[in-house]
Protein backbone atom coordinates (compact mmCIF):
# COMPACT_ATOMS: atom_id res chain seq x y z
CA UNK A 1 0.00 0.00 0.00
CA UNK A 2 1.17 3.43 -0.91
CA UNK A 3 0.66 5.89 2.10
CA UNK A 4 0.74 10.02 1.33
CA UNK A 5 -0.17 12.74 3.55
CA UNK A 6 -0.49 15.77 2.57
CA UNK A 7 0.55 19.24 4.49
CA UNK A 8 -0.11 22.66 4.87
CA UNK A 9 -0.22 25.05 7.84
CA UNK A 10 -3.60 24.81 9.05
CA UNK A 11 -4.99 21.98 6.96
CA UNK A 12 -8.39 23.49 6.19
CA UNK A 13 -7.57 24.67 2.85
CA UNK A 14 -4.59 23.43 0.46
CA UNK A 15 -3.89 19.89 1.80
CA UNK A 16 -7.38 18.62 2.34
CA UNK A 17 -8.00 19.83 -1.18
CA UNK A 18 -5.13 17.64 -2.48
CA UNK A 19 -6.45 14.82 -0.29
CA UNK A 20 -9.58 14.98 -2.15
CA UNK A 21 -8.69 15.39 -5.16
CA UNK A 22 -5.85 12.53 -5.12
CA UNK A 23 -8.25 9.75 -3.74
CA UNK A 24 -10.89 11.05 -6.58
CA UNK A 25 -7.74 10.45 -9.43
CA UNK A 26 -6.80 7.33 -7.40
CA UNK A 27 -10.46 6.12 -7.53
CA UNK A 28 -11.33 6.86 -11.09
CA UNK A 29 -8.07 4.62 -12.00
CA UNK A 30 -8.99 2.27 -10.09
CA UNK A 31 -5.77 1.97 -7.60
CA UNK A 32 -8.50 2.77 -4.12
CA UNK A 33 -7.53 -0.51 -2.76
CA UNK A 34 -3.14 0.46 -3.35
CA UNK A 35 -3.34 3.73 -1.33
CA UNK A 36 -3.73 5.55 1.86
CA UNK A 37 -3.99 9.13 1.42
CA UNK A 38 -4.86 11.92 4.51
CA UNK A 39 -3.51 15.20 5.04
CA UNK A 40 -2.45 17.42 8.39
CA UNK A 41 -1.58 20.73 9.06
CA UNK A 42 2.33 21.86 10.80
CA UNK A 43 0.15 24.47 13.22
CA UNK A 44 -2.30 23.84 15.73
CA UNK A 45 -4.51 26.73 15.02
CA UNK A 46 -7.15 24.55 13.07
CA UNK A 47 -7.40 21.32 14.67
CA UNK A 48 -11.12 19.96 14.72
CA UNK A 49 -12.38 22.58 12.29
CA UNK A 50 -13.44 21.20 8.80
CA UNK A 51 -12.90 22.05 5.11
CA UNK A 52 -12.78 25.76 4.67
CA UNK A 53 -16.19 26.36 2.89
CA UNK A 54 -14.66 28.00 0.58
CA UNK A 55 -12.73 25.07 -0.05
CA UNK A 56 -15.13 22.59 0.30
CA UNK A 57 -17.23 24.41 -2.40
CA UNK A 58 -14.39 24.53 -4.99
CA UNK A 59 -14.24 20.69 -4.09
CA UNK A 60 -17.77 20.44 -4.69
CA UNK A 61 -17.91 22.00 -7.57
CA UNK A 62 -15.66 19.87 -9.32
CA UNK A 63 -18.24 16.59 -7.97
CA UNK A 64 -15.59 15.86 -4.98
CA UNK A 65 -16.81 15.60 -1.70
CA UNK A 66 -14.45 16.15 1.57
CA UNK A 67 -17.71 15.62 4.03
CA UNK A 68 -16.10 14.38 7.65
CA UNK A 69 -12.49 15.94 7.36
CA UNK A 70 -11.46 17.76 10.23
CA UNK A 71 -7.90 19.15 10.73
CA UNK A 72 -5.10 17.51 12.81
CA UNK A 73 -1.47 18.20 13.37
CA UNK A 74 0.89 16.20 12.13
CA UNK A 75 3.16 14.03 14.65
CA UNK A 76 6.49 12.87 14.13
CA UNK A 77 5.35 9.47 13.89
CA UNK A 78 3.92 10.34 10.86
CA UNK A 79 7.04 9.67 8.84
CA UNK A 80 7.35 6.38 9.87
CA UNK A 81 3.64 5.69 9.00
CA UNK A 82 3.53 7.18 5.53
CA UNK A 83 5.82 7.16 2.23
CA UNK A 84 5.36 10.61 1.30
CA UNK A 85 4.85 13.82 2.59
CA UNK A 86 4.09 16.22 0.88
CA UNK A 87 3.80 19.88 1.66
CA UNK A 88 2.21 22.91 -0.29
CA UNK A 89 5.22 25.17 0.32
CA UNK A 90 8.52 25.97 1.72
CA UNK A 91 7.49 27.28 4.87
CA UNK A 92 5.68 23.97 5.32
CA UNK A 93 8.30 21.97 4.18
CA UNK A 94 11.04 23.70 6.53
CA UNK A 95 8.08 22.86 9.43
CA UNK A 96 7.18 19.56 8.62
CA UNK A 97 11.45 18.57 8.81
CA UNK A 98 11.19 19.90 11.96
CA UNK A 99 8.56 18.28 13.40
CA UNK A 100 9.73 15.19 11.53
CA UNK A 101 13.36 15.81 13.07
CA UNK A 102 14.61 15.75 9.72
CA UNK A 103 14.24 13.64 6.49
CA UNK A 104 16.39 10.61 6.43
CA UNK A 105 14.88 8.38 4.14
CA UNK A 106 13.90 11.50 1.43
CA UNK A 107 10.24 11.53 1.91
CA UNK A 108 9.33 15.26 2.56
CA UNK A 109 8.53 16.83 -0.75
CA UNK A 110 6.44 20.06 -2.49
CA UNK A 111 3.71 18.71 -4.73
CA UNK A 112 4.37 20.98 -7.25
CA UNK A 113 8.42 19.82 -7.52
CA UNK A 114 6.50 16.95 -9.31
CA UNK A 115 5.34 18.85 -12.02
CA UNK A 116 7.35 21.07 -14.66
CA UNK A 117 6.80 24.14 -13.07
CA UNK A 118 7.79 24.06 -8.82
CA UNK A 119 6.97 26.41 -7.11
CA UNK A 120 4.47 26.81 -3.88
CA UNK A 121 1.08 25.99 -4.52
CA UNK A 122 -1.17 29.01 -4.32
CA UNK A 123 -2.20 29.98 -0.70
CA UNK A 124 -6.28 31.05 -1.19
CA UNK A 125 -6.33 31.71 2.90
CA UNK A 126 -4.30 34.69 1.36
CA UNK A 127 -5.17 35.22 -1.57
CA UNK A 128 -8.84 34.47 -1.86
CA UNK A 129 -8.09 32.61 -5.32
CA UNK A 130 -9.46 29.00 -4.79
CA UNK A 131 -9.46 28.49 -8.27
CA UNK A 132 -5.88 29.04 -8.67
CA UNK A 133 -5.54 26.65 -5.55
CA UNK A 134 -7.51 24.25 -7.19
CA UNK A 135 -5.29 24.48 -10.22
CA UNK A 136 -2.38 24.07 -9.11
CA UNK A 137 -3.29 21.20 -6.49
CA UNK A 138 -4.94 19.25 -9.61
CA UNK A 139 -1.99 19.70 -11.42
CA UNK A 140 0.36 18.49 -8.70
CA UNK A 141 -1.50 15.83 -7.96
CA UNK A 142 -1.98 14.27 -11.09
CA UNK A 143 1.71 14.54 -11.81
CA UNK A 144 2.67 12.91 -8.31
CA UNK A 145 0.39 10.01 -8.92
CA UNK A 146 1.62 9.88 -12.29
CA UNK A 147 5.51 9.63 -11.00
CA UNK A 148 4.50 7.25 -8.08
CA UNK A 149 2.92 5.02 -10.48
CA UNK A 150 6.39 4.64 -12.17
CA UNK A 151 8.20 3.63 -10.04
Known amino acids: MIKILFVCHGNICRSPMAEFVMKDLVKKAG ?19 PVYPPARKKLADHGVACSGKTARQLQKSDYQV ?17 ICGGDPMGKIHLLLDFTKRPKDVADPWYTGDFEKTWQDVLEGCTELLQWILAQ
Open 82 to 98: FDYLIGMDAANRRNMLR
Open 31 to 49: LEKQFQIASAATSTEEIGN
